[in-house]
């Protein structure tokens, strides 16, 4: 079956900018989450949408948001873009409980110039 | 709020030898520890994970340890092969899916010298 599809995986945006991540779940699956990942931060947890509903959030300002479609499609946006945005974005999803394990995309590459 | 700390940030094992990887967590109320593997361009993937009502599990050379009281759990891995060198993530939440966000350690880098 198919896996997680994170488009596009590879993004150069100019500061200030805004930029629309995509993320395809496997099928049947209906949980999907946004991390952030680093070298020096590791993994950090961006939010959690749930059947439309964002269930979950992280520790992030407010120029990071998401949302999900009926089909469990998500995106994530982020407004006026920071050099410190700069990161590997990776999605995850799971049947309905991430604590039953997740299956991540290979994530979108971004850099902000 | 939550924190999990994991060391070590790098680690270089000869082939064959064993690989312990340690995480200790701050919410007392996690139970569920995840562990993942990162190889190079990838996603990270499940590995193995355990739940508090149990100490310890294994999966062939793998092995997680559970102390609750001392809030640290450890990856074991065993006669370690090349195909183990990637980056490894503890993770720990307290589950159930209205509470369920996951928290990653910072990683360990393993490497596998032949």
């Known amino acids: 079956k198919a896996g997680v599809t994170q488009t596009p995986r590879y993004l150069i945006k100019t500061r200030g900018q805004q930029v629309t991540l995509s993320c395809s779940p496997i099928?049947?699956?209906?949980?999907v989450s946004w991390y952030q990942q680093t070298p020096g931060q590791g993994l950090q947890f961006l939010f959690e949408?749930?059947?439309?509903?964002?269930?979950n959030k992280g520790n992030f300002p407010g120029r990071f948001s998401g949302r999900q479609f009926s089909n469990s499609r998500s995106e994530m946006n982020v407004s006026t873009l920071e050099l410190g945005d700069s990161a590997l974005y990776l999605c995850?999803?799971?049947?309905?409980?991430?604590?039953?394990?997740?299956?991540f995309g290979s994530g979108t590459r971004l850099t902000v110039v | 709020g939550e924190n999990v700390e994991q060391h070590p940030s790098t680690l270089s094992v000869q082939e064959g030898d064993s690989a312990v990887i340690k995480c200790t967590y701050s919410d007392s109320a996690s139970n569920y520890f995840p562990w993942y593997k990162q190889e190079l361009g990838k996603g990270p993937q499940l590995i193995i994970d355990?739940?508090?009502?149990?100490g310890e599990k294994k999966d062939q050379r793998i092995a997680v340890t559970l102390n609750k009281t001392a809030k640290h759990f450890s990856l074991h891995i065993t006669e370690t092969q090349p195909e183990d060198s990637a980056v490894y993530f503890c993770a720990a939440s307290r589950g159930g899916s209205s509470a369920s966000k996951i928290i990653f350690g910072s990683g360990t880098r393993l490497s596998i010298r032949p």
């Open positions: 099928s049947g699956h209906r949980s």
């Open positions: 355990i739940r508090s009502n149990v």
């Open positions: 995850a999803s799971s049947r309905t409980d991430p604590n039953y394990g997740y299956t």
């Open positions: 949408y749930f059947s439309e509903t964002q269930r």
